[in-house]
């Protein structure tokens, strides 16, 4: 089998990564090339499947002996059985669902634990870039205009938090990140993370 | 034999026959045209109640199998296929359908595999069918062969599977009425295959398809020289309908675009139109070449069996209306692959199969290829097609401890 394209995995997939068991089942929503189930499924011997929406990433998955359907997290995931995953992955692909609050319940009706990473609109450049400048926010990891981002569900930490509640989850793990990777404090309430984490990681549960 | 084939045909035929059985070669070249009775001690039962046998199947092997008999791909050919799969046909002696694909280096890779395709129960290249003579006769089957399926396909697959001595296939592949024997093996003999890629095809054929159908069979039973079956007695064949059926599912193999592509409405020959009814353009003249080709090749009868077979299938009603139900504790890796402009196949056609795959949580992968060549596009060269395909055989080889491909791939023509 050949392996995918070198070079390291990116900052969030690798703290990814280093969360899930090995062996364990795995879907990862939204997984582009496959690069995170790949590194998973040669590291961790891990049992992966992915969901991606672009024919040039599946088939660059499939390519490299990957099991990848063409799909989204909006259509495809209402179609698994309950419990066919230890981990739902969902990295950097929340805020360009249509209905994220539905796509992070099935990922926990699917999953034993979902792992969520979005970027967080809660940062301080983010307001800022609204409060003075009046645009739409355009950052480095933000880099669409408003009229062509597939970035339709914005959200902030705060926000993200706020849904974990609403639907009963308990979040057993939250780490922020700024823009260089390194990891800041978050604590239940958010916090400053809210203003200097460029984005956030989750790992959430079924309450029980 | 198929009588009802023209005697050079017949002849080619006979001469690249072998004896009732002869072992696979070892070359690929040199594979003879293999013909095996099976069922002998044990008729096949049909879905149809009738007990068949013993039944003839003609078939052709390349590359060679392995000490744990681990490395066999069955492939299953289409509606008007066969298991010429890359070698000159005996009668038309154009290269077989899959000639790219199968060779030293190639997606199929003689070097690591032992290929196996087999003439479908009902086909007129040499497996029984309703051109064949019936044994409890002495006359040409006719309408009186048993109305087949797809699953009855398969189930005689599977005896010259078990004929050859082998238990698990590592894939089954196969595209349009192939990728329905594909999923159909999926379903009734889950535990015999490792990998199943289903291509361009269906888990049931649409009220669409069977309309397509219905219009060829028509065509050809308004033949008068179709004899209401009974042509072969007369001597007679019925080319015109046979032709016909075969321009109108040329039609449905293609796509809109293609056809604009490769013929617009230039004229055949000619400046101007004649004000007439001969083929004034190049995609009438095209058709016209088509139909009347398919009838030197293919026997009428066959015609009208297999596209009732493709008709009557439909997994999802064989399992309570629930199509994740024929695939309930699969094992098996599936690639599942679809064309963007296939509107005989759609793609989600494909995708219900998918969906019904992830609802057992089954091993599935599914890429809609983009092509604007239509149904035929998983017979042409489609380079993002191949190298899916590439990428999941040797992803599921490494998985059936398989070795991994030596030297440089070789791909398209």
Known sequence: MMTLANGPLRVDLKLIAEMVEPGARVLDVGCGEGALLDWLGRNRGVDGRGIELSMEGVSAGVGHGLSVIQGDADTDLKDYPSGAFDYVILSQTLQATHEPRKVLENMLRIGRHAIVSFPNFGHWRVRAHLLFRGTMPVTDTLTYQWYDTPNIHFCTIRDFLGLCDALNVRVDKAIALDRDGRVLPLPRAAGIANLFADQALFVLSRET | MPCSLPASARKMISNLMSAADTPPSADPALSPDHRVELGLDRPIRLDCGVELGPVTVAYRTYGHLNADRSNAILICHALTGDHHVADPHPITGKPGWWVDLVG?????????????????????????????????????????????????????????????????????????????????????????????????????????????????????????????????????????????????????YL????????????????????????????????LRHQGSTFVDRFDAN????????????????????????????????????????????????????????????????????????????????????????????????????????????????
């Not at chain 2, 490769?262 to 009438?284: C, M, P, S, W």
């Not at chain 2, 190298?387 to 599921?396: R, S, Y």
């Open chain 2, 302 to 413: 066959s015609y009208l069996f297999i596209t009732r077979a493709m008709d009557y299938f439909d997994l999802a009603a064989e399992n309570g209306g629930v199509l994740a139900n024929a695939f309930r504790g699969t094992r098996t890796r599936f690639c599942v692959v679809s064309f963007s402009s296939d509107w005989l196949f759609p793609t989600p056609e494909s995708r219900a199969v998918v969906h019904a795959l992830n609802a057992v949580a089954a091993n599935v992968s599914f890429v809609e290829i983009l092509s604007d060549k239509g149904h035929d596009a998983f017979l042409l060269d489609e380079p993002e097609f191949h190298a899916t395909l590439a990428g999941f055989l040797d992803g599921a080889a490494a998985h059936r401890g398989l070795p991994p491909p030596t030297g440089q791939r070789r791909y398209g023509r």
């Open chain 2, 104 to 252: 030293p280096g190639r997606l199929l890779d003689t070097d690591r595999y032992f290929l196996i395709c087999s003439n479908v129960l009902g086909g007129c290249m040499g497996t029984t069918g309703p051109a064949e003579i019936d044994p409890a006769t002495g006359r040409p089957w006719g309408l009186s062969f048993p109305v087949i399926t797809i699953g009855d396909m398969v189930e005689v697959q599977a005896r010259l599977i078990d004929h050859l001595g082998i238990d698990q296939l590592f894939c089954v592949i196969g595209g349009s009425m192939g990728g329905m024997q594909v999923l159909e093996w999926a379903h009734s003999h889950p535990e015999r295959v490792f990998a199943a890629i289903p291509i361009a095809s269906a888990a049931r054929h649409s009220a669409q398809n069977i309309a397509f159908n219905e219009v060829g069979r028509q065509a050809i039973m308004a033949d008068p020289d179709w004899c209401d079956g009974d042509y072969q007695s007369h001597g007679l064949r019925p080319k015109r309908g046979l032709a016909v059926a075969r321009m109108a599912a040329h039609i449905t």
């Open chain 2, 255 to 286: 796509s809109e675009p293609a056809l604009h592509q490769k013929f617009g409405r230039n004229l055949q020959n000619r400046e101007h139109i004649t004000y007439g009814f001969d083929a004034d353009f190049q995609v009438e003249s095209y």
